[in-house]
């Protein structure tokens, strides 16, 4: 093999240093993404609340001095103390309780909703600064090859065997692709930050990616029944048990506060006089009972409650059509890309075919540069095609994910 055949095997060949998988920097995110923290003290608030429901009304402690002494048999009354508790009618504070765990499951699926978001962000965003990196390769072989073919031409010139005009295309394909690499590395820049951002750290810290990507023999199979367990469909669920739960918590307040209380009046005795109960103290026990008589307030929650449950149950099934809907479109792109990444990989051989065949040429006759260049800009668009079809694999791999897995 001379050495042009050997420059046409081994353009736009992908060359990526060793870096990091994608589950130690989703592992990274969960640790230190803000918005994954915040709605982790939301969680342990709602816990704390079911301990918050698990109690009584306050005390109610009362403490009367006389300041015009009533005289009684027994002698003039000083001073009174008072106590009452008022507690809730039976099954109360249970539906409270259950109430206040039902909305901290609640908060737990805005958790793990979250949770599953920042995945899929951290995926996609992995996904695209791996296209860029590689793209970025390919334009750095390309610009390699280009001016290997520059030089060539210029010994071609200095023989008779080309024109400056075709040395000068060579230079403007030089001069675009490095255009393309500083758009590349601008919109790089973009993305790192963004991807920085999702793992709440240091925006200039450098992002290390895999050697590469590989298509899959086959898909990964998902039973479509699992997006039922996703947690944004859950979470209606949970929703729709804690107006059930506030029903309860309705019908219960809506029943008669039991008070229970005790009283103590200070008595002095009488002086100069006996009395068999002379100066003795008073207490009094006290039961008192609680009624709503007006009751509209309880009667509106409670069609307040119905209807929000109605509501509820369509905001359920909008919910999970719009997620089938993504999950299909999502297969659907999937296995374009899948089609797509098998077609520009069996084009990318030919074009490569092509390319020797013209390099070969050169060693009896005179080179077609046009040619060349040509065939070359379509080899370029057919890799990065290529590049774009695998992380378009794996990106819509992600929302499957995200939509079907556990």
């Known amino acids: 093999m001379n050495k042009y055949s050997f420059i046409t095997l081994a353009i736009l060949s992908i060359s990526i240093a060793q870096g990091q998988d994608l589950q130690s920097y989703i592992l990274e995110a969960e640790a230190n993404n803000l918005e994954l923290q915040a709605l982790g003290y939301n969680n342990d608030i709602a816990l704390e609340k079911i301990k918050e429901a698990n109690s009584l009304p306050n005390t109610d402690i009362g403490f009367g001095y006389f300041v015009h002494e009533n005289e009684t048999m027994n002698g003039p009354q000083k001073f009174r103390v008072s106590v009452g508790q008022m507690i809730p009618w039976f099954g109360t504070i249970t539906a409270r309780e259950n109430y206040a765990s039902t909305l901290a499951d609640v908060e737990y699926e805005n958790l793990v909703l979250a949770q599953r978001k920042l995945r899929l962000a951290v995926s996609q965003s992995y996904y695209m600064l791996f296209a860029i990196q590689a793209k970025n390769d ?54 790192a930050t963004a991807f920085n951002h999702l793992l709440n750290r240091d925006l200039g810290m450098s992002i290390p990616l895999v050697s590469d990507l590989i298509m899959p023999e086959q898909d990964d199979i998902y039973d479509d029944a699992a997006i039922e367990l996703h947690p944004e469909l859950v979470k209606y669920d949970k929703l729709f048990e804690s107006v059930t739960g506030a029903q309860l918590v309705n019908k219960k307040e809506s029943s008669p506060n039991l008070g229970l209380g005790i009283e103590y009046v200070n008595v002095e005795a009488r002086k100069g006089i006996e009395l068999e109960n002379n100066g003795k103290d008073m207490l009094m026990p006290m039961v008192s009972l609680s009624i709503p008589i007006f009751s509209n307030k309880y009667r509106s929650q ?13 905001e359920k099934n909008n919910k999970r059509n719009q997620l089938i809907d993504i999950l299909v479109e999502a297969q659907s792109e999937r296995e374009s890309a899948r089609i797509s990444y098998e077609t520009f990989s069996a084009n990318i051989e030919k074009a490569k075919f092509s390319l020797e065949l013209l390099l070969k040429n050169y060693e009896v006759q005179n080179i077609d540069f046009e040619g060349l260049l040509e065939i070359q800009e379509l080899l370029l668009n057919l890799e990065v095609a290529k590049i774009d079809a695998l992380t378009n694999y794996y990106s819509q791999s992600a929302i499957i994910n995200y939509l079907s897995k556990q």
Request: charged fraction near 25%; hydrophobic fraction near 40%; proline fraction near 0%.
């Open 302 to 314: 409670t069609v307040q409650n119905n209807v929000k449950q109605q509501a509820l149950l369509s």
């Open 138 to 191: 390919v334009l750095d072989e390309n610009i390699r090859l280009v001016k290997t073919y520059e030089s060539i031409a210029l010994n071609a010139v200095s023989v008779g065997k080309a024109s400056l005009v075709e040395v000068l295309k060579l230079q403007m394909t030089q001069n675009e692709l490095n255009r393309q690499k500083e758009m590349l590395n601008q919109t790089k820049r973009k993305e």
